[in-house]
């Protein structure tokens, strides 16, 4: 039998390789095969050619033996439990402390297996210890922090980040659905949107939603908007903040023009344009003489508004 780069079936990903399981785990090769061997912890299976691969249950131990070992077991000790004692105590640290850890490796593998329903399961878990507001920031960010790791290093499909990413938005919507609309004194519309061709649009999401729990008017207008499209709006009178999230877009030999467009269509109103994402560190030291301003991350804007 020949291994694939990650075998399917169903297309839903049962096999994983060792590199695949540092990756996703944190813990080296190295350190895995030395597991490996004194300890018996895993059991892979190897292909015609004397491959190693690694079974999902391979996948779940190695997540569950990295939480108990950061909580303080040894794993001499870990190595005697059976299956059954291993998700009991890795269920017990992640329910008796305020670790993240547990949860997020079950959304983990939620990805991996294309699984909602223990998605939901988790998620309503959490809900029951933090608020909306606190799974964001800590659980939801780092768990898509790290899926951009296991993206950039192949480890994972587009899909698995589609599902996530979907499943995510799904939850900030209907905790957007639940506010009362309750608007502070401001006369100040925001207005959120991606440029065109970006469509990393989960931030600008949660950020809207943050706004809107604020006493704030938003205008969420979502991915993919041309500038021109937002001429109309520049041309009010009322008072409005355009805020975008640039990660990809637009490119290194871009952006400066697409500003200067910007400063064009915001001419000397009132009106403030305010962009955040990692493409804006190209253009920090140039000054502009229209209302623009650069932000590093969410939490930044936050702060000010």
């Given at each position: 039998?020949?291994?694939?780069k990650?075998?399917?079936?169903?297309?839903?990903?049962?096999?994983?390789?060792?590199?695949?399981l540092?990756?996703?785990?944190?813990?080296?090769?190295?350190?895995?095969?030395?597991?490996?061997?004194?300890?018996?912890?895993?059991?892979?299976?190897?292909t015609?050619?004397?491959?190693?691969?690694?079974?999902?249950?391979?996948?779940?131990?190695?997540?569950?033996?990295?939480?108990?070992?950061?909580?303080?077991?040894?794993?001499?000790?870990?190595?005697?439990?059976?299956?059954?004692?291993?998700?009991?105590?890795?269920?017990?640290?992640?329910?008796?402390?305020?670790?993240?850890?547990?949860?997020?490796n079950?959304?983990?593998?939620a990805?991996?297996?294309?699984?909602?329903?223990?998605?939901?399961?988790?998620?309503?878990?959490?809900?029951?210890?933090?608020?909306?507001?606190?799974?964001?920031?800590?659980?939801?960010?780092p768990?898509?922090?790290?899926?951009?790791?296991?993206?950039?290093?192949?480890?994972?499909?587009?899909a698995?980040?589609?599902?996530?990413?979907?499943?995510?938005?799904?939850?900030?919507h209907?905790?957007?659905?639940?506010?009362?609309?309750?608007?502070?004194?401001?006369?100040?519309?925001?207005?959120?949107?991606?440029?065109?061709?970006?469509?990393?649009?989960?931030?600008?999401?949660?950020?809207?939603?943050?706004?809107?729990?604020?006493?704030?008017?938003?205008?969420?207008?979502?991915?993919?908007?041309?500038?021109?499209?937002?001429?109309?709006?520049?041309?009010?009178?009322?008072?409005?903040?355009?805020?975008?999230?640039?990660?990809?877009?637009?490119?290194?030999?871009k952006?400066?023009?697409?500003?200067?467009?910007?400063?064009?269509?915001?001419?000397?109103?009132?009106?403030?344009?305010?962009?955040?994402?990692?493409?804006?560190?190209?253009?920090?030291?140039?000054?502009?003489?229209?209302?623009?301003?650069?932000?590093?991350?969410?939490?930044?804007?936050?702060?000010?508004?």
């Open positions: 039998m020949a291994l694939s990650h075998m399917k079936l169903d297309n839903i990903q049962q096999d994983f390789t060792i590199k695949d540092e990756n996703i785990s944190g813990i080296k090769a190295h350190t895995i095969r030395i597991w490996e061997k004194r300890y018996n912890l895993l059991e892979p299976k190897r015609d050619t004397n491959i190693r691969y690694y079974s999902h249950e391979n996948l779940q131990k190695i997540l569950n033996v990295v939480l108990l070992s950061k909580n303080g077991y040894k794993i001499s000790r870990i190595a005697k439990m059976s299956r059954e004692e291993m998700l009991l105590e890795s269920r017990e640290v992640a329910f008796g402390s305020n670790t993240n850890d547990a949860v997020i079950d959304f983990k593998l990805m991996f297996q294309f699984d909602k329903v223990l998605f939901d399961k988790t998620y309503k878990k959490l809900l029951l210890k933090k608020h909306f507001e606190k799974i964001v920031k800590d659980v939801f960010i768990l898509l922090h790290h899926i951009g790791l296991l993206w950039q290093t192949d480890t994972i499909l587009p698995h980040e589609h599902f996530v990413s979907n499943l995510i938005a799904q939850k900030i209907s905790n957007i659905e639940l506010i009362e609309p309750v608007f502070n004194e401001s006369d100040k519309t925001y207005v959120l949107f991606l440029p065109e061709n970006e469509i990393h649009d989960l931030g600008l999401l949660y950020l809207n939603y943050e706004l809107l729990l604020k006493g704030n008017k938003t205008i969420y207008l979502g991915q993919n908007l041309p500038l021109d499209n937002l001429k109309r709006f520049f041309d009010t009178k009322k008072e409005l903040c355009f805020i975008t999230s640039l990660t990809v877009q637009p490119y290194k030999d952006i400066e023009d697409y500003f200067n467009q910007v400063e064009g269509l915001l001419g000397t109103s009132n009106h403030e344009f305010i962009a955040i994402g990692r493409r804006t560190s190209l253009l920090k030291t140039k000054v502009y003489k229209s209302n623009i301003s650069f932000c590093d991350s969410i939490a930044d804007i936050l702060k000010v508004i």
